[in-house]
Structures are given as structure tokens and as C-alpha cells.
């Protein structure tokens, strides 16, 4: 019996199973991760229309809360999320921009919420200018399609803003 057909039948979902599912999303592949969203999205639809569906773990009958903290407990926030898409995550989880000597890093800031931009000034009607904080790199966005596209200049140079001066400088 392959997977799909599993998911689609058994009336207990043992452990082998519980563990082969949460196996394949630790590869990382899209795809992967989409197969077992859908297996998991199959059992919670058959829980939904009443099904018995037995726990081995604990020997109990899953209801759809006690499949949802399942889930919770055993898989990624991200699955949770795609089986259960109705769902309001209870924080949000925010990145930083750092520089490094490679380049940019985005460093994991908790939830502790931080702007990666700062208005510089409104151009006309359509376009603003920012500043991206970590760098002070000038950008150019375009209030109708959100777009940001960074201040270059002829020669290819990016711009940066000087608050203290309050000047846009243009690097070499």
C-alpha cells in the first residue's frame, strides 16, 4: 500500500507511519514537504467527516484538536500552518539585516519587530525615496506597484543618505 492509499484508509495511524512522514520533511525537497501536507490535510479531512481514526501512540481516537496539537508537537510551524490554513499563528518571527563581509545577513530577531527601511522624502505623488537602515543604501520605490529599486547612478554607483549631513552621497 502506498502512502496516499495509507492516509486514505488506516483506522490507527501507528507510529511507523507518524515517523516516516515526519522522516521526509526533514529533506528539505518542496516536494517532499507538499506530499506529506497532503497526506496530513487526507487524514485531517476524514477526522472532519468522522472517521475513527486511532492514535497508537496513546491509544486514543484523534478529534481535530487533538490532531492539530499532534501536528503542533510532532511537525514544523510551517506544515501546521499549510494543514491547518485557517489557523492565526500566535507571534510572528522577525529577521534583521546585518552587514557582514559577504554581504548582507539576516539574523533571527525573535519577535522583537524592527524596520528595515526609513523614508527619506516623497520625489512626487508616485515615487519616495528610502534608506535600507543596515547599509544606507538609497532606494527608489514606486508607491503604485510597491517595487523598490535602489538609487544608482549613471556611472553605477549606488547612492547612500548621511542623516547627520542630510545629503545622498553617491559611493565610489
Do not use: C
Amino acid at each position: 500500500m502506498d502512502t496516499y492509499e495509507k492516509a486514505a484508509r488506516i483506522d490507527t495511524l501507528e507510529n511507523e507511519f507518524l515517523k516516516e512522514m515526519i522522516d521526509y520533511t526533514g529533506y528539505g525537497s518542496r516536494g517532499t514537504i507538499n506530499m506529506v501536507v497532503s497526506l496530513l490535510v487526507t487524514l485531517k479531512e476524514r477526522i472532519q467527516r468522522g472517521d475513527k481514526i486511532k492514535l497508537e501512540k496513546t491509544g486514543d481516537f484523534l478529534t481535530l484538536e487533538s490532531f492539530e496539537k499532534l501536528l503542533e508537537d510532532e511537525f514544523s510551524t510551517y506544515i501546521t500552518k499549510a494543514v491547518f490554513k485557517d489557523r492565526i499563528l500566535s507571534h510572528k518571527v522577525f529577521f534583521q539585516v546585518e552587514n557582514s563581509k559577504e554581504g548582507l545577513d539576516l539574523v533571527y530577531s525573535g519577535s522583537k519587530e524592527n524596520k528595515l527601511f526609513r523614508w527619506i522624502a516623497d520625489i512626487d505623488e508616485e515615487y519616495s525615496l528610502l534608506e535600507l537602515i543596515p547599509t544606507n543604501v538609497v532606494y527608489i520605490r514606486n508607491s503604485q506597484t510597491k517595487q523598490l529599486t535602489p538609487f544608482i547612478s549613471e556611472k553605477g554607483n549606488y547612492y547612500t543618505y548621511s542623516e547627520e549631513e542630510g545629503k545622498i552621497k553617491e559611493i565610489m
